[in-house]
Antibody, heavy 128, light 107 residues
Framework: EVQLVESGGDLVKPGRSLRLSCTTSGFTFRDYAMSWFRQAPGKGPEWVGLIRSKGYIGTTEYAASVKGRFTISRDDSKSIVYLQMNSLRPEDTAVYYC???????????????????WGQGTLVTVTP | DIQMTQSPSAMSASVGDRVTITCRASQGISNYLAWFQQKPGKVPKRLIYAASSLQSGVPSRFTGRGSGTEFTLTISSLQPEDFATYYCLQHNSYPYTFGQGTKLEIK
């Protein structure tokens, strides 16, 4: 059974840092791209970023709202994907989800057929 | 960024009704579109991928169609458990972007 479990959410002050983890099991983690999403209270989901599999050099992509502040990394030996969040702002307050992205890529390097499994989410609250 | 315009933003319907939700992309996205259902306090659940492929375990009353810039999600006969919020997501271009959502309520 595929499982994704996020952890690390907390209440922090603006400007602080936080690292979220997404621990996975039930599939060959190293073969998949992984995405992070977030959902602010009462709002729709928002894509945060992704990390490709090592077969695609483990490269990353980010939403403009987090680029330069957030970093996604992965540890294939532990089947964990991380979201390092620096310089947090009140508008980063949200439930953060990890999702399994695609195992395969198109000719442009986009993972395909992803988002079939999500974690339960972890709450990050940024407040003075 | 690709804008996903989803309509309607909300609708009321009755059990047994047929409903259709539309997403329009601001530029062509081929079939790089997924549909999600989300209930309050729950995780988004993928219903459709590649615009028209039904996720395993999802009832066949859900149908996705479209390619390019216009996409639809149709529920052929609403069941009580279908009342939720629905989102489309394009993953053809970074950043991935969602539609604004359609809240489906019981009439």
């Amino acid at each position: 059974e595929v499982q994704l479990v996020e952890s690390g959410g907390d209440l922090v002050k603006p400007g602080r840092s936080l690292r979220l983890s997404c621990t996975t099991s039930g599939f060959t983690f190293r073969d998949y791209a992984m995405s992070w999403f977030r959902q602010a209270p009462g709002k729709g989901p928002e894509w945060v970023g992704l990390i490709r599999s090592k077969g695609y050099i483990g490269t990353t992509e980010y939403a403009a709202s987090v680029k330069g502040r957030f970093t996604i990394s992965r540890d294939d030996s532990k089947s964990i994907v991380y979201l390092q969040m620096n310089s947090l702002r009140p508008e980063d307050t949200a439930v953060y989800y990890c999702s399994r992205d695609g195992e395969y890529y198109d000719n442009s390097g986009y993972p395909i057929f992803g988002f079939d499994h999500w974690g339960q989410g972890t709450l990050v609250t940024v407040t003075p | 960024d690709i804008q996903m315009t989803q309509s309607p933003s909300a609708m009321s319907a009755s059990v047994g009704d047929r409903v259709t939700i539309t997403c329009r992309a601001s530029q062509g996205i081929s079939n790089y579109l997924a549909w999600f259902q989300q209930k309050p306090g729950k995780v988004p659940k993928r219903l459709i991928y590649a615009a028209s492929s039904l996720q395993s375990g999802v009832p066949s009353r859900f149908t996705g169609r479209g390619s390019g810039t216009e996409f639809t999600l149709t529920i052929s006969s609403l069941q009580p458990e279908d009342f939720a919020t629905y989102y489309c997501l394009q993953h053809n271009s970074y950043p991935y972007t969602f539609g604004q959502g359609t809240k489906l309520e019981i009439k």
